[in-house]
């Protein structure tokens, strides 16, 4: 498993925490990690182009996963923006590099922030807005990178970071209490995800790699309502609506997609880089003057489908 990101994905070491899920449920899947602050998609191309980069030899050897994590506004903007633009060329071009080697694309859906961005209070006032906005941007990368007659996949993170605000909507509970359940999946800039974001996150990953239930999966003690994370995970999902997975066909392994009644190679090259820097700045605005640069366990029966999405191929 290959992930792409920022400090989305680095700060809370999304990579280890989806690889030790595979291995809680009987898998035995590697890691590898390339993350910059604020890193976007192109700057991801320009690695990969870059002679004796991580990022080009990463893309040198086989990969069954390449997970893709976008710069935290971008995908957002309006239609025709540049930043949009350049990104969504850029997210077709990872796209096409993960099938040279082998490996299938899953866009890593992310959240909105707590309170909506204070750099672009128009676009984003406030979490449901950005979150439906974020959400709308990585299903357009889904639909170009698919273009070519191939299938990328989409993890909806941020749908389950907003099933968690709806039930406390639901419950009478204002979602922004301090150390709510919401609340408490942000780190305290109301941006980046804490432990417990992270391990939302990852859920969610497992989920749309695997199709299987991540509920009764280990977790780590300091989450103590992690039976309640995974059954969010599980129903945004498993309930399938509005996203294509890759468990709903049986052609790349053969089986019914219904089955389911070692060490970590981590590379990350920026581990000592945790600094904020995918908060926003000034320069962060919508407009084309501005850029974006900061930018219960598996049944038996599923085991099988667990290890073969290891071997999965691009499906024409």
Same mark, same amino acid.
């Given at each position: 498993?290959?992930? +792409?990101?920022?400090?989305?994905?680095?700060?809370?070491?999304?990579?280890?925490?989806?690889?030790?899920?595979?291995?809680?449920?009987?898998?035995?899947?590697?890691?590898?990690? +390339?993350?910059?602050?604020?890193?976007?998609?192109?700057?991801? =191309?320009?690695?990969?182009?870059? $002679?004796?980069?991580?990022?080009?030899?990463?893309?040198?050897?086989?990969?069954?996963?390449?997970? +893709?994590?976008?710069?935290?506004?971008?995908?957002?903007?309006?239609?025709?923006?540049?930043?949009?633009?350049?990104?969504?060329?850029?997210?077709?071009?990872?796209?096409?590099? #993960?099938? #040279?080697?082998?490996?299938?694309?899953?866009?890593?859906?992310?959240?909105?922030?707590?309170?909506? $961005?204070?750099?672009?209070?128009?676009? &984003?006032? $406030?979490?449901?807005?950005?979150?439906?906005?974020?959400?709308?941007?990585?299903?357009? &990368?889904?639909?170009?990178?698919?273009?070519?007659?191939?299938?990328?996949?989409?993890?909806?993170?941020?749908?389950?970071?907003?099933?968690? &605000?709806?039930?406390? +909507?639901?419950?009478?509970?204002?979602?922004?209490?301090?150390?709510?359940?919401?609340?408490?999946?942000?780190?305290?800039?109301?941006?980046?995800?804490?432990?417990?974001?992270?391990?939302?996150?990852?859920?969610?990953?497992?989920?749309?790699?695997?199709?299987?239930?991540?509920?009764?999966?280990?977790?780590? #003690?300091?989450?103590? $309502?992690?039976?309640?994370?995974?059954?969010?995970?599980?129903?945004?999902?498993?309930?399938?609506?509005?996203?294509?997975?890759?468990?709903?066909?049986?052609?790349?392994?053969?089986?019914?997609?219904?089955?389911?009644?070692?060490?970590?190679?981590?590379?990350?090259?920026?581990?000592?880089?945790?600094?904020?820097?995918?908060?926003?700045?000034?320069?962060?605005?919508?407009?084309?003057?501005?850029?974006?640069?900061?930018?219960?366990?598996?049944?038996?029966?599923?085991?099988?489908?667990?290890?073969? =999405?290891?071997?999965?191929?691009?499906?024409?």
């Amino acid at each position: 498993m290959l992930f +792409l990101g920022n400090s989305y994905t680095f700060m809370g070491n999304l990579d280890e925490v989806t690889l030790a899920l595979f291995i809680a449920a009987g898998g035995e899947p590697t890691s590898e990690r +390339l993350a910059q602050p604020g890193m976007r998609f192109i700057e991801h =191309v320009a690695e990969i182009e870059r $002679d004796g980069s991580a990022w080009q030899l990463a893309f040198q050897s086989p990969q069954d996963w390449v997970f +893709l994590q976008e710069q935290s506004q971008i995908p957002g903007f309006p239609d025709g923006q540049s930043d949009l633009v350049q990104s969504q060329a850029a997210a077709v071009s990872l796209d096409s590099s #993960a099938t #040279a080697i082998g490996a299938q694309t899953m866009f890593v859906m992310t959240w909105g922030r707590r309170e909506g $961005d204070s750099q672009n209070p128009e676009l &984003y006032p $406030d979490f449901l807005t950005m979150q439906a906005e974020l959400a709308e941007g990585y299903s357009a &990368y889904v639909e170009l990178a698919s273009a070519d007659g191939t299938q990328a996949w989409l993890a909806p993170a941020g749908l389950a970071w907003q099933r968690v &605000y709806q039930d406390q +909507l639901d419950a009478g509970a204002d979602p922004l209490t301090v150390g709510g359940p919401f609340h408490s999946l942000y780190i305290e800039d109301g941006s980046h995800p804490s432990e417990r974001g992270t391990y939302l996150t990852a859920l969610v990953i497992y989920t749309s790699v695997t199709g299987l239930s991540p509920v009764g999966l280990p977790a780590p #003690a300091s989450i103590t $309502d992690a039976a309640y994370l995974q059954s969010v995970a599980a129903e945004v999902v498993l309930s399938g609506e509005g996203v294509d997975y890759p468990w709903e066909t049986d052609e790349d392994t053969g089986g019914d997609s219904e089955a389911d009644d070692t060490e970590t190679t981590d590379t990350d090259v920026t581990d000592t880089e945790t600094t904020d820097t995918d908060a926003p700045s000034d320069s962060e605005t919508p407009t084309d003057s501005g850029g974006c640069g900061c930018a219960q366990a598996p049944a038996p029966a599923g085991l099988w489908m667990l290890l073969a =999405v290891f071997g999965l191929r691009r499906r024409a």
